[in-house]
Antibody, heavy 121, light 107 residues
């Protein structure tokens, strides 16, 4: 069955970086786009960007450009999201989610369990 | 950016009642690109409806979606205790992909 399993919770100081892993299984890794979505405490969902695991190409929301990097490791079917220059407003649960196969303009049919990133001095 | 406005913010109903959730877009969204997600406390979102009206795998038939253009609706015909959650609509037609603010369904 399709699974997206994320790395564990992180606590970081302002200005630091965090790298969250999303290990996938149960389907052909390079076939489906992987998106990243975050949710601040008690808030809604915010889309951060997407990666094509086949080519490694990415698209980032303008708000995060320059601070976010999405990469993948095809040997382990894992996607990574790194966010730098962390500030308190980045405290959130970060989710990876599977998108479409032929286009990233698709709904998200499977989600990781989420990774809580806390930014605090 | 397409802004999605969901209403009401909170819906309090009794078991067996019908729940009607609204999602209004700031500009026309093709029906093929409108989805609904259910998020229970402490859990990741789960796809409920895709293409505005198609139920995702494993979703009970008491859930239905409808609408077009700028107005979309998620209905739960007979509310069950396990339906308590926050429901988000999403448009994936144009970048950036956006979500509504959510409707909390309480029993």
């Amino acid at each position: 069955q399709v699974q997206l399993v994320q790395s564990g919770a992180e606590v970081k100081k302002p200005g630091a970086s965090v790298k969250v892993a999303c290990e996938t299984s149960g389907y052909a890794f390079t076939t489906y786009y992987i998106h990243w979505v975050r949710q601040a405490p008690g808030q809604g969902l915010e889309w951060m960007g997407v990666i094509n695991p086949s080519r490694g190409t990415t698209f980032y929301v303008q708000k995060f450009q320059g601070r976010v990097s999405m990469t993948r490791d095809t040997s382990t079917s894992t996607v990574y999201m790194e966010l730098s220059s962390l500030r308190s407003e980045d405290t959130a649960v970060y989710y990876c989610a599977r998108g479409g196969s032929s286009s990233w303009y698709r709904d998200f049919d499977y989600w990781g369990q989420g990774t809580l990133v806390t930014v605090s001095s | 950016e397409v802004v999605l406005t969901q209403s009401p913010g909170t819906l309090s109903l009794s078991p067996g009642e019908r729940a009607t959730l609204s999602c209004r877009a700031s500009q026309t969204v093709s029906s093929s690109y409108l989805a609904w997600y259910q998020q229970k406390p402490g859990q990741a979102p789960r796809l409920v409806i895709y293409g505005a009206s198609s139920r995702a795998t494993g979703i009970p038939d008491r859930f239905s979606g409808s609408g077009s253009g700028t107005d979309f609706t998620l209905s739960i015909s007979r509310l069950e205790p396990e339906d308590v959650a926050v429901y988000f609509c999403q448009q994936h037609a144009t970048s950036p992909l956006t979500f509504g603010g959510g409707t909390k369904v309480e029993i």
